[in-house]
């Protein structure tokens, strides 16, 4: 796990993510996954980048059952942009950086109006 993006679980989703004042893009992984481990560094700049901004999380679906299943997790990197606590866009499987960067960026923009 890196500086920047931060572990959640299902014990604090709520609080951490559908809590949030800012966007949160949660990146719902697990240890064995090729996929997630090579979309990892991608997510942490990412998490650097907007860092104070929107909240990048990783939820570990090996360790965390619940979230994964309320939110119809079937396969996995599955990335879940929520604002306002709700579900607002998924990308499922491993993207480039600019596709994740603009998924966040999009829902940014928006928060300038609120």
Same mark, same amino acid.
């Given at each position: 796990?890196?500086?920047?993006?931060?572990?959640?679980? &299902? $014990?604090?989703?709520?609080?951490?993510? =559908?809590?949030? #004042?800012?966007?949160?893009? @949660?990146?719902?992984?697990?240890?064995?996954?090729?996929?997630?481990?090579?979309?990892?560094?991608?997510?942490?700049?990412?998490?650097?980048?907007? &860092? $104070?901004?929107?909240?990048?999380?990783? =939820?570990?679906? #090996?360790?965390?059952?619940? @979230?994964?299943?309320?939110?119809?997790?079937?396969?996995?990197?599955?990335?879940?942009?929520?604002?306002?606590?709700v579900?607002?866009?998924?990308?499922? $499987?491993?993207?480039?950086?600019d596709?994740?960067?603009?998924?966040?960026?999009?829902?940014?923009?928006?928060?300038?109006?609120?």
């Amino acid at each position: 796990m890196g500086n920047f993006a931060k572990a959640v679980t &299902d $014990g604090n989703f709520e609080t951490e993510v =559908l809590k949030s #004042d800012k966007p949160v893009l @949660v990146d719902f992984w697990a240890e064995w996954c090729g996929p997630c481990r090579m979309i990892a560094p991608s997510i942490e700049a990412v998490a650097q980048q907007f &860092d $104070g901004k929107a909240k990048i999380v990783k =939820l570990n679906v #090996d360790e965390n059952t619940d @979230v994964p299943q309320q939110y119809g997790i079937r396969s996995i990197p599955t990335l879940i942009l929520f604002k306002n606590g709700v579900e607002q866009e998924r990308i499922v $499987g491993a993207v480039p950086r600019d596709v994740i960067v603009r998924l966040v960026e999009k829902y940014l923009n928006e928060s300038h109006s609120s």
